[in-house]
């Protein structure tokens, strides 16, 4: 005989029945959520800003964009040291060979022999700036002023932001009483090296002794 069942528990049975293939929808809820939650995540990637990269990662041109917004001298010390790297690196063995041996020289005081090996560097490799501002220096050593500002010269048609050879320059033009155009030399440091402690002291300096003068 066929068993009937009672509508009663025929309405509860289909009830179930209904419930077992719903939607879970704790499971459509969590979705929501991990999704709203890696939009979120993006919208950070988004809007926070990137560390910056390791100087040693980073261009030329981005280093002397670094060191002019840099207020902070001891960071900006950082950062010159990074550009000096960049400069001292000839590319060639050669020329880093002739360079370590002039730098042995001059430390020294063997003058002729420090001459003879900058000549050396200056004629192999005449587009490598480095070569003519260590010249430039030893002639400044050595007092030879008009040679060290032909050799400044050449440093500045290679690299215009040489902020180096600029403060050399500036040190002779005291030296030889040109202070005025000092002054231009030393507020171009400052141009390119806003934190440059040398070239804050020498403007104000000059400043003072010019104002008499008009500047």
């Given at each position: 005989?066929?068993?009937?069942?009672?509508p009663?528990?025929?309405?509860?049975?289909?009830?179930?029945?209904?419930?077992?293939?719903?939607?879970?929808?704790?499971g459509?809820?969590?979705e929501?959520?991990?999704?709203?939650?890696k939009?979120e995540?993006?919208?950070?990637?988004?809007?926070?800003?990137?560390?910056?990269?390791?100087?040693?990662?980073?261009?030329?041109?981005?280093?002397?964009?670094?060191?002019?917004?840099?207020?902070d001298?001891?960071?900006?010390?950082?950062?010159?040291r990074?550009?000096?790297n960049?400069?001292?690196?000839?590319?060639?063995?050669?020329?880093?060979?002739?360079?370590?041996?002039?730098a042995?020289?001059?430390?020294?005081?063997?003058?002729?022999?420090?001459?003879d090996?900058?000549?050396?560097?200056?004629?192999?490799?005449?587009?490598?700036?480095?070569?003519?501002?260590?010249?430039?220096?030893?002639?400044f050593?050595?007092?030879?002023?008009?040679?060290?500002i032909?050799?400044?010269?050449?440093?500045?048609?290679l690299?215009?932001?040489?902020?180096?050879?600029?403060?050399?320059?500036?040190?002779?033009?005291?030296?030889?009483?040109?202070?005025?155009?000092?002054?231009?030399?030393?507020?171009?440091?400052?141009?390119?090296?806003?934190?440059?402690?040398?070239?804050?002291?020498?403007?104000?300096?000059l400043?003072?002794?010019?104002?008499?003068?008009?500047?």
């Open positions: 005989m066929k068993e009937i069942i009672p009663r528990l025929l309405f509860f049975v289909t009830l179930a029945a209904f419930i077992a293939f719903m939607p879970d929808s704790t459509i809820a969590q929501s959520s991990d999704q709203g939650f939009r995540l993006e919208e950070k990637r988004k809007t926070t800003p990137q560390e910056e990269k390791p100087v040693q990662q980073v261009s030329l041109d981005e280093l002397f964009s670094r060191l002019k917004l840099e207020s001298a001891q960071k900006a010390k950082f950062i010159e990074a550009i000096w960049r400069w001292t690196q000839s590319g060639s063995e050669t020329i880093d060979l002739l360079m370590n041996w002039s042995a020289a001059m430390k020294e005081k063997k003058w002729p022999a420090a001459f090996l900058l000549d050396q560097v200056v004629v192999l490799a005449p587009h490598y700036a480095e070569g003519w501002n260590r010249r430039a220096t030893l002639y050593l050595r007092a030879q002023y008009g040679r060290s032909h050799d400044i010269e050449q440093v500045l048609k690299e215009t932001r040489h902020f180096g050879a600029m403060a050399g320059l500036g040190n002779i033009l005291q030296k030889l009483d040109n202070d005025k155009r000092a002054l231009v030399m030393w507020k171009n440091v400052l141009e390119i090296y806003p934190a440059n402690k040398n070239a804050q002291k020498s403007v104000k300096s400043e003072k002794k010019l104002f008499g003068q008009g500047i």
